[in-house]
């Protein structure tokens, strides 16, 4: 098999291109929360929104367990990270206020005696206190397809690459000050990043990329992603550090 070389890829700027909460899908509403499978949907992220009709204050509480990772937002702020470690967010509510969780889907096992427990998304109710919340709407972002009107977060995109790559060269993508995203080489799911590791970077095939106009698309999900450049480098580095949403 030949030996294909990893190359290096100069520091590339990156713009934020849109916003979640400017271009979401089309909804759908329920009184209850559903369930991710409920709704067709197998993998990606979920947005559940409730608009406050009258003054809440408590704990907040997204069904029988975080399914998996849930970021939580009141109009359009985030207030909170819930996951199987980090405790539930203390909300105080007023009439008129938004309340946002974008759920991502982690994966699920495929062995032992949770394969029954794999639903993904809210399982149950949604409370604050002791206060259950109705009438919700839910956006499904599936990332199926590469990202264009249907945003996560943060788009952040570079502008076309002219002559940095070849099609025989690999290069391992690292982008050191986003703590946790998705990324994308020219509409290509390259994979998942957390700061927290031990992986640091991600593979870039060089089946990818073209010889021109090459585009990385990176999904941020941490509200300190803007200005953060992406680079190409030939070793890769592997460690683990302290998660930034960690109380």
Do not use: C
Not at 51 to 66: H, N
Not at 121 to 149: M, Q, R
Not at 220 to 235: F, M, R, T, Y
């Amino acid at each position: 098999m030949e030996n294909t070389p990893l190359i290096a890829i100069p520091s590339i700027e990156l713009k934020p291109a849109v916003s979640l909460f400017d271009s979401l899908p089309r909804s759908t509403r329920a009184i209850h929360p559903v369930h991710m499978e409920a709704l067709g949907q197998a993998l990606g992220f979920i947005l559940y929104r409730h608009k406050v009709r009258s003054a809440v204050g408590g704990i907040l509480k997204t069904g029988d367990t975080p399914r998996d990772r849930v970021l939580v937002y009141v109009n359009g702020k985030r207030t909170g990270v819930i996951d199987s470690i980090y405790p539930h967010p203390t909300l105080n509510l007023k009439p008129g206020d938004v309340l946002d969780t974008l759920i991502e889907n982690l994966g699920r096992v495929n062995y032992g005696s949770e394969i029954p427990n794999q639903r993904k998304g809210i399982v149950g109710d949604v409370t604050v206190g002791s206060t259950v919340l109705l009438d919700w709407e839910h956006f499904p972002l599936t990332l199926e397809k590469p990202p264009s009107a249907h945003a996560l977060l943060l788009i952040l995109r570079t502008q076309p690459l002219q002559g940095q790559s070849s099609t025989k060269a690999h290069s391992m993508l690292r982008v050191p000050v986003i703590p946790s995203s998705n990324f994308l080489e020219n509409g290509v799911i390259l994979g998942r990043y957390w700061t927290v590791g031990p992986q640091q970077q991600l593979y870039l095939p060089g089946v990818y990329l073209k010889k021109r106009n090459n585009e990385i698309t990176v999904l941020a999900l941490e509200p300190n992603a803007n200005q953060s450049p992406a680079k190409g480098i030939q070793v890769r580095s592997w460690s683990n550090n302290p998660d930034p949403d960690a109380p």
